[in-house]
């Protein structure tokens, strides 16, 4: 039963859509969509979380490609990148555009691959926020700026002797989540769900459509009417 105007679920750029998100979406509905059309493996483990409950994230993916290192006090290495502090994170951080994401996997979770200054510099640049596979740190500076940052949590632990980032705008995986440069990452309280680029007009159009219909089931039950009344009816719950 579609009790919406086809019309109101369309949008023109980029921008749109995402302040339309944060009002209108949120991931539970978006991932139900996801599931209805078969992509069962779209949400990131839940053990990365946002640094404070309210935060709201929606933007482009920029992968970033992060590995364990021990360089604590070596010399020669044959590969610039070892060779380098932070490899090509520097690189990747100045690479960030407007509503884009840093999001970073494939080290060990054992130090902080996010902080302040990083925050700060994003910021500049017009980031939409940080996603990491591994922690954050500096927290109360990030809190500060209201810098959306979802990690596994706050730990001071450096990356400059244990990880280094090798590669950027490349795929990634999170879990069994593969993440492409420009796919659509949405995340809140409950998590953070990643939209492939080739589906999203589709999954969206249909999560705008069941956040609008869910609003009158909730409150059909409000006013009386049964769970299985409702289900068969709108065919929601």
Partial sequence: MKIYDPSELTWKTDKELFKRMRTELFTAVVGDVMDQIGLYHQFLPPCIRALRNDMIIV???????????????????????????FGYMLEALDDLREDEIYICSGASPDYAVWGEIMSA??????????????????????????????????????????????DWRVPICIDKVRIEDGDLLFGDIDGVCVVPKAKEKEILTRAFEKARSEKIVLQKITEGMTAKEAFEKYGIM
């Avoid at 364990?68 to 006090?73: L, N, R, T, W």
């Avoid at 954050?136 to 500076?141: E, I, L, W, Y």
């Avoid at 450096?158 to 980032?165: E, I, L, N, S, T």
């Fill in 59 to 85: 933007g482009r993916a920029m992968t970033v490609l992060e590995a364990d290192v021990s360089s604590q006090g070596e010399t020669g290495f044959r590969n610039p990148v070892s060779a380098s502090t």
């Fill in 121 to 166: 510099r994003a910021i500049q640049l017009n980031a939409a926020g940080a996603i990491l596979n591994g922690y954050s740190r500096d927290t109360n500076g990030i809190l500060a700026l209201n810098f959306p940052c979802f990690s596994l949590g706050a730990y001071a632990q450096d990356q400059a002797p244990r990880g280094k980032v090798i």
